[in-house]
């Protein structure tokens, strides 16, 4: 195997991981958690998911209490919704499924690329593009980390912030994002390896 297909397949293998790494975060609510010693209303979150003990909202007029997870388009949730989801949560919550969809799909083309169902000229250009696009998905994973780490110790939304921590699945977030830098150099290094400018296209048969 020539270092070409070498660098395509560690590619291949790095997005896969990336995938996969993102799945868990994007779905698990453990981006932050509160210290279990605390005693915290609040036990944690995820992008999706909210999880209270026994907590209540100040502006809830009806006084409701939450106690357990729940969904955050929930109806029980519906009260303190805009409270959970401020505008830059809704911003992590879109970059960081973007980053999901180009990857899943980026994914797809580089199991089809494996099994050489596209066209032997248009490979690097393929390449070239999948490694394009991990670094768009490093770029918008990045910065949903960034304003997601700033805004977590903002006390106007989850209660004393300073006993809260940043955890596991954003963890897997952070690592995917990794993941996707080093898809990106292999799948370039291929793209470029493949690059033949002096390529003769087959000749084209006709009927008449």
Same mark, same amino acid.
């Given at each position: 195997?020539?270092?070409?297909?070498?660098?395509?397949?560690?590619?291949?293998?790095?997005?896969?991981?990336? =995938?996969?790494?993102?799945?868990?975060?994007?779905?698990?609510?453990?981006?932050?958690?509160?210290? %279990? %010693?605390?005693?915290?209303?609040?036990?944690?979150?995820?992008?999706? %998911?909210?999880?209270?003990?026994?907590? $209540?909202?100040?502006?809830?007029?009806?006084?409701?209490?939450?106690?357990?997870?729940?969904?955050?388009?929930?109806?029980?949730?519906?009260?303190?919704?805009?409270?959970?989801?401020?505008?830059?949560?809704?911003?992590?919550?879109?970059?960081?499924? $973007?980053?999901?969809?180009?990857?899943?799909? $980026?994914?797809?083309?580089?199991? =089809?690329?494996?099994?050489?169902?596209?066209?032997?000229?248009?490979?690097?250009? =393929?390449?070239?593009?999948?490694?394009?696009?991990?670094?768009?998905?490093?770029?918008?994973? =990045?910065?949903?980390?960034?304003?997601?780490?700033?805004?977590?110790?903002?006390?106007?939304?989850? !209660?004393?912030?300073?006993?809260?921590?940043?955890?596991?699945?954003?963890?897997?977030?952070?690592?995917?994002?990794?993941?996707?830098?080093?898809?990106?150099?292999?799948?370039?290094?291929?793209?470029?390896?493949?690059?033949?400018?002096?390529?003769?296209? !087959?000749?084209?048969?006709?009927?008449?």
């Amino acid at each position: 195997m020539d270092a070409r297909k070498k660098q395509a397949l560690a590619g291949c293998a790095f997005v896969a991981a990336a =995938l996969l790494f993102m799945v868990v975060g994007f779905s698990s609510p453990y981006w932050v958690e509160s210290f %279990e %010693e605390f005693k915290s209303p609040f036990v944690k979150l995820g992008l999706w %998911e909210f999880c209270f003990n026994d907590f $209540t909202f100040y502006k809830d007029y009806k006084g409701n209490r939450y106690l357990g997870c729940f969904y955050i388009f929930s109806p029980e949730a519906r009260p303190i919704w805009e409270w959970v989801s401020p505008p830059w949560f809704i911003s992590v919550q879109v970059m960081v499924s $973007t980053a999901l969809l180009f990857i899943f799909l $980026t994914s797809v083309t580089l199991i =089809l690329f494996q099994f050489k169902l596209f066209p032997k000229h248009l490979e690097f250009a =393929l390449l070239l593009v999948s490694a394009g696009v991990m670094i768009f998905c490093v770029l918008l994973i =990045l910065i949903s980390l960034i304003v997601f780490g700033v805004y977590k110790e903002d006390r106007r939304w989850m !209660p004393r912030p300073d006993m809260n921590l940043l955890s596991w699945s954003y963890g897997f977030t952070c690592v995917s994002g990794w993941f996707c830098l080093f898809a990106a150099i292999c799948l370039g290094l291929a793209g470029k390896a493949s690059y033949n400018p002096g390529y003769k296209y !087959p000749p084209v048969t006709t009927y008449t």
